[in-house]
């Protein structure tokens, strides 16, 4: 009997389903009917079993969640929590929901981030630092445990889509790589779908963005129109729209995380020009206004006080006039880049709205996953000359209205970071003051919340957002996840504050430490100890810091309760409470694993951590990270590369590492071998073959030799004074050539690529990706 009789015979009843069944269904014991049909009765009379597997299914009511979180950004920079900078977005949302002005974060961001997707303290699943600064800790290894699931792989498990779009930064670097492992990607976490970057910071014109766990690239050039914030947006809108297509039944969870507004300041120029003038006054004049508008607004209390300029950072009245132009225009820049960031958001809401589901979901919208930045130093960051050290003002300021685009990695003065602080001190990695812990939160669910429009004032944390969401959804997070105990939830749901204003805090005890800066709050006192202000000049030694030797500074007393913006030490007046909270801090740290406090960071064990010298690369390989290529700066190299070039020549890039802010690149234009260093943006050097290709097979051999005594191993990338080198070219055994180089101590922040430059160009000889028109055998790089 073929498979057409007996379906036919199925439909007719003639066959009962037991004497036959499908490949899949067969030997399912699971599968089969509880019980044969009654004494007498014929099997097609009983209604048959379904087969088709269950997906989960959420709980009835459960609404759609949409988590969105943009980057540095200070307390007092949006027009929703007083600040100069226009976020009508975030006012409307803020006008259908709850703003809450006690909201922490952990002053940097992957720290930040993984506290809020895992709603546990974040040196307890491994995050003390960024990806990019793991150390060989508990704390700090940047590797998530398995026994700490996010936020999306408990909704997921309970019948929710999943995606995520934008800046990722808990993955351990060397695990960023086309071999994986791809577990601890974000498509291993619970996401459905990802799009986005993975590091700390992109530049938002040539992204360097992955699909799930596929490299690609910008649909356009920033000349059409490219910018990374409007590609996430388009991309999020797009997955919306197809899950209201195919899956209109289930829940959703969006995750949504600007790369915008941390360095570089990129923006297209429209937005730049709405702010044309608006800074002229000074940083000083903007964080009283905001300070006043703050208090207009009811957003910070009546009794709260205006911290003053620190020490280190100079009074606008005290700036020449050339600094005052430029250094008003970087906060043009970064105003209009907060606003298009705040556009595209709002975009995203309309597209919700528009399918009408914004009544059906509760956002979360965090303005800031830290304080706002003073990482660009007293005058802020934009050219260099070859050295990596600034021009002058009056040099910066003649290429100032080029800020903004893609070809600057622009950042503002510190004091720009401070003002947007407003009324709290401190900053970014500042984990002892306000400042750098303190950032807006937003929480709207339309006619599910008390008062919309209001401010609760109640002490939270980012951890508190998972067992919100958890509690708005119905949902008990397992206890065991394939075989793995679950550590428990650190945070506190925040639903309690939705109907009662004025309820006390329920998330009594927090500590926080970054980057050397370490602070405890408990019940309404606070105890903070600043190792190192961020505009400060600091280098980590190689070593670490023994934690002994943070106490560099007095520790400092606050009663919030009373002074809400830190405006009184009390640690004078009251050193037994002082000491009560010293010692509650070290409990706290050591049981989160956050010790030791600042310590060396290593390069991971693979490639060249591991001792590698040569890495051999075929034709295709791209993308590679600089945590996984060879890092060069300052060493003795050779790069070798086997090409065939076809009868009528060929052209392109043969190998590439960085980018227009660094980089080499090894390209043949015009028939002749090119070998280019760009040092900050600047030619350090270019040595050109004296002869043309030949058609067929050639072996090009490029040696690097720093001066002497420049070559240290690999760690000497961590100095970067300029260091000077020669460069010899042979083909073919023949040498073609010889150049000096004035600087080859450099620091790689884009990809290596073989056969093309993807991302932007390090040499000005050529448009990306200007892939290689013959064909590449193999590249070997060797530490000499």
Not at 305 to 310: A, C, F, G, Q, S
Request: aromatic letters at 10%; glycine letters at 10%.
């Amino acid at each position: 009997m073929n498979f057409t009789q007996r379906v036919g015979l199925l439909l007719s009843g003639t066959l009962a389903m037991s004497s036959w069944s499908p490949a899949w269904a067969q030997n399912n014991d699971a599968a089969k009917p509880n019980a044969s049909p009654a004494h007498g009765a014929s099997p097609h009379e009983e209604a048959p079993q379904s087969f088709w597997p269950k997906p989960p299914k959420a709980p009835a009511g459960a609404p759609n969640v949409v988590l969105i979180l943009v980057d540095d950004v200070g307390f007092g920079a949006t027009s929703t929590f007083g600040g100069p900078i226009s976020t009508p977005n975030f006012d409307r949302l803020a006008a259908d929901g709850l703003r809450y002005n006690s909201f922490h974060v952990n002053s940097l961001c992957s720290p930040t981030r993984a506290a809020l997707l895992t709603g546990r303290n974040n040196h307890e699943v491994g995050f003390g630092s960024i990806a990019e600064w793991s150390s060989p800790y508990p704390g700090y290894n940047t590797v998530l445990p398995k026994s700490a699931d996010t936020i999306a792989e408990v909704l997921q498990e309970n019948g929710y889509s999943t995606a995520a779009f934008g800046k990722w930064h808990n993955t351990p670097t060397w695990q960023v790589s086309p071999a994986g492992p791809f577990d601890r990607w974000p498509t291993g976490l619970g996401f459905d779908y990802f799009y986005g970057f993975m590091q700390a910071a992109d530049n938002q014109y040539y992204t360097r963005i992955y699909e799930d766990t596929t490299p690609v690239e910008p649909y356009t050039t920033p000349e059409n129109g490219y910018h990374f914030t409007i590609d996430i947006t388009n991309h999020a809108i797009k997955w919306l729209h197809e899950q209201d297509a195919v899956a209109a039944n289930k829940p959703f969870f969006l995750y949504f995380a600007t790369g915008a507004t941390h360095e570089p300041h990129q923006v297209p120029q429209k937005w730049v020009d709405l702010y044309k003038g608006k800074f002229d006054k000074g940083w000083d004049a903007i964080r009283q206004e905001t300070f006043d508008r703050q208090k207009a607004l009811g957003i910070i209390p009546a009794n709260a006080e205006l911290t003053p300029r620190p020490a280190g950072l100079p009074a606008w009245d005290s700036l020449t006039p050339d600094q005052k132009k430029l250094l008003a225009h970087q906060m043009e820049v970064y105003a209009g880049y907060a606003a298009q960031t705040d556009y595209e958001i709002g975009r995203l809401l309309d597209a919700i709205k528009a399918e009408g589901q914004a009544d059906n979901t509760v956002v979360f919208e965090i303005f800031g996953d830290n304080g706002a930045s003073a990482e660009g130093g007293l005058d802020g960051t934009d050219a260099h000359d070859l050295d990596g050290r600034p021009l002058t003002i009056a040099a910066r300021l003649n290429v100032a209205d080029l800020l903004g685009s893609e070809l600057y990695m622009n950042h503002y003065a510190a004091a720009w970071a401070w003002a947007l602080s407003s009324p709290f001190q401190g900053t970014k990695q500042d984990a002892s003051h306000l400042g750098g812990t303190t950032d807006p939160l937003v929480i709207s669910w339309p006619g599910h919340l008390k008062d919309p429009q209001d401010v609760r004032p109640q002490f939270s944390h980012v951890i508190d957002i998972a067992p919100t969401i958890y509690d708005i959804a119905g949902i008990t997070p397992q206890a065991e996840v394939n075989g793995v105990r679950q550590m428990p939830l650190e945070g506190t749901s925040l639903t309690y504050t939705f109907d009662h204003p004025d309820a006390p805090t329920r998330h009594r005890i927090q500590y926080f430490t970054t980057s050397g800066n370490r602070a405890i709050y408990d019940d309404g006192w606070w105890a903070g100890d600043l190792f190192h202000s961020t505009w400060e000049s600091y280098r980590l030694p190689a070593g670490g810091v023994p934690d002994k030797d943070i106490d560099t500074h007095p520790w400092e007393l606050y009663n919030l309760n009373d002074d809400y913006s830190q405006a009184h030490d009390l640690a004078a007046k009251d050193p037994a409470k002082l000491k009560e909270l010293e010692q509650l801090f070290d409990r706290e740290a050591a049981r989160n694993h956050a010790y030791p406090l600042l310590p060396p960071r290593e390069l991971p064990p693979f490639g060249q951590g591991a001792g590698q010298k040569v890495f051999t690369y075929r034709s295709g390989v791209d993308r590679l990270q600089p945590v996984l290529s060879p890092q060069l700066g300052g060493l003795a190299y050779a790069i070798s590369a086997d090409v065939d070039v076809p009868i009528d020549g060929a052209k392109g890039v043969i190998v590439a590492e960085g980018g227009r802010y660094g980089g080499l690149s090894l390209f043949v234009k015009g028939g002749h071998v090119y070998y280019e260093i760009n040092a900050y943006g600047n030619r350090s050097g270019q040595l050109v073959s004296t002869d043309v290709l030949k058609p067929g097979q050639n072996h090009i051999v490029l040696t690097l030799t720093p001066r002497s005594g420049a070559n240290q191993g690999p760690d000497s990338h961590a100095s970067r004074h300029p260091i000077s080198g020669a460069g010899q070219l042979t083909i073919n055994g023949q040498a073609e050539g010889e150049a000096q180089f004035a600087n080859v101590n450099l620091r790689f922040n884009e990809t290596l690529d073989i056969g093309s430059d993807l991302g932007s160009a390090v040499s000005p000889e050529y448009a990306t990706p200007d892939r290689f028109t013959g064909t590449i055998d193999k590249v070997v790089i060797a530490l000499q």
